[in-house]
């Protein structure tokens, strides 16, 4: 296994914490969801707040302790119809229009729970993902839940892919096309280790190859902070570079192995990873940014490519789940 990157302070001091790295193998042996906050086992209650969900107001275990994968996007209505969608693919009694928010309690995110399928929207972009992200781990840490498998299902802009590619991330990489992650805690920048699970990558490839139904390739996805000019794009309401300058950047990412940009991913992977849970990030492609920065395509193909990803975590779940020989 790959080791974790070093925790880096003020960008200067590299403090190596072996007590981090035995637990993350630890998580990854007896393949528990885990925690690294110690002050939560001082708490009496966890209220998860976004969630409407607690560890007194709510039986955690028994409401999700089945659960084995996780499917997470940005928006309410496609995880709304994702979980409908797999109800159906793993033929599951009882009416779709039956399946209810979780959530409902609160207006942040929405939750279906699909046989041990659970179906999260995230909002859009690292800081609306990542709360979500702490209260899904704290709710599986509580659940007591086991080889879990989180998926992040969604859409990306291209580069140098045709629109309606579908992209298994390899790396998950900041602006500058580094593997990592910083988050600022208490004025100080902590730098984390955006790996994913290669087998599961690798397993969502052989599933793409026998669906056949849409090309599938491997690449790194660069996760901005910003949908427009973070991203390149000449069409926002600011821009301070050129085209050229633009090209010359997304050739740059290019070269480096970038085959997607969204703004998710690195946060995404650094979490999954730090609490030992396996993690993939699929997400079709709706254009290519060497052609332009607007969306074209019509309503209709557009739908179709953001079933994709979907379609390709339902075969890989069956067949996990052995209704796929």
């Given amino acids: 296994m790959t080791a974790m990157a070093p925790i880096i302070l003020n960008c200067m001091t590299t403090v ?54 996780v499917c997470v996007g940005g928006s309410a209505n496609r995880m709304k119809s994702f979980a409908q969608f797999i109800h159906q693919e793993l033929a599951l009694p009882g009416n779709i229009d039956d399946i209810r928010d979780i959530c409902e309690g609160t207006d942040r995110y929405s939750m279906y729970k699909v046989g041990p399928v659970l179906s ?60 990592q992650f910083e988050q600022v805690v208490l004025g100080k920048v902590i730098t984390r280790s955006t790996v994913l699970d290669m087998g599961v990558s690798e397993e969502l490839l052989q599933c793409s190859s026998e669906l056949n139904n849409f090309p599938t390739v491997i690449g790194n996805t660069m996760c901005t902070h910003d ?32 085959r997607n940009i969204e703004m998710e991913s690195t946060v995404f992977a650094a979490m999954c990873y730090a609490c030992g849970i396996k993690a993939a990030v699929i997400c079709v492609t709706l254009l290519n940014r060497f052609d332009g920065d607007q969306i074209t395509s019509s309503h209709d193909v557009l739908v179709e490519y953001q079933q994709r990803p979907q379609v390709l975590v339902a075969h890989f779940i069956k067949k996990h789940l052995g209704l796929i020989l």
Avoid: W
């Fill in 120 to 179: 999260i929207s995230h909002g859009m972009g690292v800081p609306s993902i990542s709360i979500m992200l702490h209260e899904l781990i704290k709710l599986l840490h509580h659940a007591r839940c086991h080889d879990v498998i989180v998926f992040r299902i969604g859409t990306s802009g291209g580069v140098g892919l045709a629109p309606g590619t579908v992209v298994v991330t390899d790396k998950a990489v900041d602006c500058f096309f580094r593997a």
């Fill in 227 to 258: 949908f427009y000019e973070g991203q390149g794009r000449l069409d926002g309401a600011l821009c301070s570079f050129s085209t050229e300058d633009k090209l010359e950047y997304l050739r740059k990412a290019y070269d480096t192995g970038v």
């Fill in 16 to 69: 190596t914490d072996q007590s981090d790295y035995n637990k993350h193998e630890d998580s990854l042996t007896n393949n528990l969801v885990h925690v690294k906050n110690p002050h939560l086992d001082t708490m009496e209650e966890d209220i998860l707040y976004h969630f409407n969900l607690g560890t007194k107001t709510h039986n955690l275990p028994e409401m999700f302790g089945d659960i084995k994968f």
